[in-house]
């Protein structure tokens, strides 16, 4: 089955300290994971991809097959990354379905 | 560039009623996306036009959810009748193709059925 898990709902962190929000997923093909993300009062939008391997933001992340995991790290968080969070799988069969996690709320705290 | 337009942005309607939500996709894109987003959930995607095609709709309810995209531009979703658990906000995506293509998400719109 295809499937992303994100395991927290809320992950809440002082301003400075180092982030990671989990994904963890399930998918029998070779995977294309990707981080979205949803400021307040804003639309989703793409964060950064793992085909590309990008630091966006300061964000990174790191696809490690053997733990089927795709998680989103920074070293140090800012206000402004607060956010909510969703990492998603592009199947590559035909269907060309992003599948998405049920998301994290990042509250960096002053 | 406005990006991708929904509208209405909010809709309350009683339950057995129909509704209808439209998206305006980013010029030149022929990929055009409709999600459904359950609260505390991540988008699940409805139906994938490529085109006036739809390509993927085998997530579309069609038993009372329907989908038109003539002329290969504006979209509607529509729902007949309406039930409760049809409480959610609804998300338009458009993309310069399938695959790795980046979508870019409308606002979306909230749906409240009573």
Known sequence: AQRVTQPEKLLSVFKGAPVELKCNYSYSGSPELFWYVQYSRQRLQLLLRHISRESIKGFTADLNKGETSFHLKKPFAQEEDSAMYYCALLTMDSSYKLIFGSGTRLLVRP | ?114
């Not at chain 2, 504006?74 to 906000?89: F, H, M, Y």
């Open chain 2, 1 to 114: 560039e406005a990006g991708v337009v929904q509208s209405p942005r909010y809709k309350i309607i009683e339950k057995k009623q129909p509704v209808a939500f439209w998206c305006n996709p980013i010029s030149g894109h022929n990929t055009l996306y409709w999600y459904l987003q359950n609260l505390g959930q991540g988008p699940e995607l409805l139906i994938r036009y490529e085109n006036e095609e739809a390509v993927d709709d085998s997530q579309l309810p069609k038993d009372r959810f329907s989908a038109e995209r003539l002329k290969g531009v504006d979209s509607t979703l529509k729902i007949q009748p309406a039930e409760l658990g049809d409480s959610a906000v609804y998300l338009c995506a458009s993309s310069l193709g399938s695959g790795y293509n980046e979508q870019f998400f409308g606002p979306g719109t909230r749906l409240t059925v009573l």
